[in-house]
């Protein structure tokens, strides 16, 4: 059986307006300052694509790319095995995979 969950436009609003404005901008290069200060105009369109995204089964190659950096652990600075990656994902996949989580 198969059936899809309708993302509302409203929820998305809720998520953008929400978003940490203090995260660094993702590989695509938007930063969540200017997502949140721009969630009238960009909630609706966002939907569609979230919808889109969903119907399809598939997400766009940009929102698969991330930003991998090394964060220092503990012990000597010098070796490789004392840092673990940390990778900066899209704003927008965030988004995306709050309205998802949200309809688990």
């Known amino acids: 059986m198969y059936w899809t969950c309708v993302v509302s436009e409203a929820r998305v609003s809720d998520i953008l307006s929400n978003l ?13 300052k200017l997502l949140r200060i721009a969630t009238p105009v960009i909630a609706a369109p966002l939907t569609k694509l979230f ?6 089964g598939e997400w766009p190659c940009q929102w698969k790319l991330s930003n991998v950096a090394p964060v220092y652990k503990k012990d000597d ?14 704003a927008i996949l965030k988004v995306c995979e709050k309205v ?3 309809q688990l």
Request: with cysteine.
């Open 20 to 32: 940490n404005i203090r995260k660094s901008a993702s590989p695509d290069g938007i930063p969540p």
């Open 51 to 56: 919808n889109y995204c969903i119907d399809v």
């Open 77 to 90: 600075d010098t070796s490789k095995t004392n840092y673990r990656p940390v990778s900066v994902f899209s």
């Open 100 to 102: 998802k989580y949200g």
